[in-house]
């Protein structure tokens, strides 16, 4: 019998954060603001010892308790499983080479040799993948059963689970064996847009997933895995905030806490890992250069670092040449208003291909992509980059006109001057864009608290 049994009037909750990234996400959203109002949560994270995560999300029914520490077979087994399971649909193989071209800074047309063998090995096994899928569910089912998990289900006794995604952190997988396990729903609710394109690489593992929209829930049936009834579209609640959104600063407040001059516009880089675009330090340069040669018009540049990611010295040292460069990193300043207030008051933002450029659209601020190198003569580089361009998610929402995407410096140079002239232009496009992906903007995550409640009281 399951160690799990649920006896109490009031449900309780289990809510995995490992990250800042998934405090942001799902503890700052309307998912947690709800369900802590009607029920008791438990909220197991690295920050149980830190003060001010503990103040901001407490409340008469919520406990911290430490993560659990992963087991180190159960790390191993995913892994084997990402090979075994691994979805080999035309998508996937595209994604695969995408990666592969950006890594390799060439253009890769075919798998490896060594991929093509697993991929031939899958083949044969196809006719057995159910089986296989069961027996690594108990491998991780089994890699869990430890003291420091079975301790939790005991105290807590939850009747759900609410965790990020099915496979991106293996904190994430570990509590979807424990609900398999012990029978306990899991909610899966908080999916990256391309998710399903170039994360999701193995055969999902079986929870509630909340999709952002039809066609999102569309490719998860596609891989004719996953029980249609266990995908609910609802939208994502990262973007709820913006619905009644007000800046937490004024401009000259912003400008003055990031070091920047207000008298100046300010364009936003939000850039992402070398892996993807090698040569960021390289168009960053070229901004600043048209800037200084006045090809743009004066502006100050603020290049925000993603998580984890360190501030390379090669952009320390070009800031020592352009002072109006400015530069931050999102494990320093992680809370998502001030991301807001840098969208809302940039008057342009740039990335590689983000997300960003949805949060950017809701609140009417252009966001351009930057698939060009900022390097002459780079042909090559310039080929790879615009590969990042031709995934599918990515395609649909350039196709919008929401999103601009420059892939030479005549063009970026263009798009820019054009937005910092009139930044109102493609107002009625970012709508679109908007409205392409976010069914339930504004609601997403009381959309999302009502239907896991719901299904955890609906009889087993």
């Given at each position: ?19 800042a ?47 659990p ?63 296989l ?27 759900g689970?609410?965790v ?10 570990a ?90 516009k ?24 048209d ?32 002072p ?137």
């Amino acid at each position: 019998m399951s160690v799990v049994q649920s006896r109490r009037f009031m449900k309780t909750f289990f809510f995995i954060i490992p990250t800042a990234y998934r405090t942001n996400a799902i503890l700052r959203s309307d998912i947690f603001s709800s369900l802590k109002t009607k029920s008791k949560i438990v909220i197991l994270s690295p920050f149980v010892d830190d003060e001010d995560f503990t103040k901001e999300f407490s409340g008469e029914n919520v406990v911290h308790q430490a993560l659990p520490a992963l087991p180190a077979s159960l790390v191993k087994t995913s892994r084997v499983r990402e090979h075994a399971l691994a979805l080999d649909t035309a998508k996937h193989e595209h994604a695969k080479l995408v990666e592969m071209s950006t890594t390799a800074n060439a253009l890769i047309r075919s798998l490896p040799p060594k991929d093509r063998v697993m991929k031939f090995l899958r083949m044969l096994l196809r006719p057995f993948r159910s089986t296989l899928v069961n027996l690594f569910d108990y491998l991780e089912e089994y890699a869990i059963s430890e003291p420091s998990f079975e301790g939790l289900l005991r105290e807590h006794s939850p009747d759900g689970i609410v965790v990020g995604t099915l496979s991106h952190d293996a904190h994430d997988i570990a509590w979807l064996a424990v609900g398999r396990k012990h029978r306990v729903p899991v909610f899966v609710v908080d999916l990256p847009w391309n998710y399903f394109e170039n994360r999701l690489y193995s055969v999902p593992r079986q929870a509630h997933i909340f999709v952002w929209n039809d066609l999102m829930k569309q490719e998860l049936v596609d891989l004719k895995s996953i029980n249609a009834e266990l995908i609910h579209v609802e939208g994502c609640q990262r973007y709820d905030t913006y619905a009644k959104f007000s800046p937490s600063a004024t401009r000259e407040e912003l400008f003055k806490s990031i070091g920047a001059d207000p008298q100046k516009k300010l364009i936003t880089y939000f850039v992402g890992t070398d892996n993807w675009h090698p040569h960021q330090l390289d168009v960053t340069k070229l901004l600043l250069e048209d800037i200084k040669a006045m090809r743009i018009p004066e502006s100050m540049v603020l290049v925000r670092f993603g998580p984890t990611q360190r501030i390379p010295e090669a952009y320390i040292s070009l800031q020592q040449e352009f002072p109006n460069l400015l530069l931050e990193s999102a494990d320093t300043l992680p809370n998502k208003d001030h991301v807001a207030n840098l969208l809302n008051f940039a008057d342009v933002n740039l990335s590689i291909f983000s997300s960003l450029a949805l949060d950017a659209a809701v609140l009417n601020k252009p966001m351009i992509y930057t698939g060009l190198s900022g390097l002459d003569h780079a042909e090559n580089d310039d080929a790879v980059i615009r590969l990042l361009f031709t995934f599918s998610f990515i395609r649909k929402a350039l196709e919008t006109g929401g999103v601009d995407v420059a892939y030479d410096k005549d063009t970026f140079r263009s798009i820019i001057g054009s937005y910092m002239n009139d930044p109102e232009q493609n107002a009625e496009k970012r709508v679109t864009l908007v409205n392409s992906y976010l069914p339930n903007f504004g609601t997403a995550g009381s959309h999302i608290a009502d239907t896991i409640m719901q299904i955890s009281s609906a009889p087993a």
